[in-house]
Antibody, heavy 111, light 107 residues
Framework: EVQLVESGGGLIQPGGSLRLSCAAS????????MSWVRQAPGKGLEWVSV???????YYADSVKGRFTISRDNSKNTLYLQMNSLRAEDTAVYYC?????WGQGTLVTVSS | DIQMTQSPSSLSASVGDRVTITCRAS??????LAWYQQEPGKVPKLLIY???TLQSGVPSRFSGSGSGTDFTLTISSLQPEDVATYYC?????????FGQGTKVEIK
């Protein structure tokens, strides 16, 4: 069974850093295009980043230079390193393959 | 970057009605388009990929069509459990932009 489990969210002050993790089971992360998607409270879905199976990475303009997507093939886990966090980064963060999404982890940026 | 524009932003229809949601890309994306359903308080669920391929387990009243810049999600007979927000997403190349969503309610 395919499963994605995010962790690492929480309350963080503006300017701080967090690393989100997404542990995958039932498939191989490195063989798939894996994305991070976020949803601010009461808002729509916003694509954040993708890592392709070949290792290429891409980012939304809103996070470029602050967020880094990566994966650990030995752990079959996807990561999102988030630096210089802002209030507008407050959202539920989902890791996703096209057809499979995790339950999400809430990131709240507030002083 | 390619923009994805959904319409309408919301709609209200009766049970049994045929419902159509459109998604327009500002440039051609071939058939690299997915449709998601997000019920209130739940995780988005893939309905359609490759513009017209029904994801396994999704009821056949859902269908997708289109290619290039214009795409459509159709619910052939609206059911109460279809109350949700629907999103399109392009995935031909980054950024994998979502449409702004269409909220579907029962009249």
């Amino acid at each position: 069974e395919v499963q994605l489990v995010e962790s690492g969210g929480g309350l963080i002050q503006p300017g701080g850093s967090l690393r989100l993790s997404c542990a995958a089971s039932g498939f191989t992360v490195s063989s798939n295009y894996m994305s991070w998607v976020r949803q601010a409270p009461g808002k729509g879905l916003e694509w954040v980043s993708v890592i392709y199976s070949g290792g290429s990475t891409y980012y939304a303009d809103s996070v470029k230079g602050r967020f880094t997507i990566s994966r650990d093939n030995s752990k079959n886990t996807l990561y999102l390193q988030m630096n210089s966090l802002r209030a507008e980064d407050t959202a539920v963060y989902y890791c996703a393959r096209l057809e499979s999404w995790g339950q999400g982890t809430l990131v709240t940026v507030s002083s | 970057d390619i923009q994805m524009t959904q319409s309408p932003s919301s709609l209200s229809a009766s049970v049994g009605d045929r419902v159509t949601i459109t998604c327009r890309a500002s440039q051609g994306i071939s058939n690299y388009l997915a449709w998601y359903q997000q019920e209130p308080g739940k995780v988005p669920k893939l309905l359609i990929y490759a513009a017209s391929t029904l994801q396994s387990g999704v009821p056949s009243r859902f269908s997708g069509s289109g290619s290039g810049t214009d795409f459509t999600l159709t619910i052939s007979s609206l059911q109460p459990e279809d109350v949700a927000t629907y999103y399109c997403q392009k995935y031909n190349s980054a950024p994998w932009t979502f449409g702004q969503g269409t909220k579907v309610e029962i009249k």
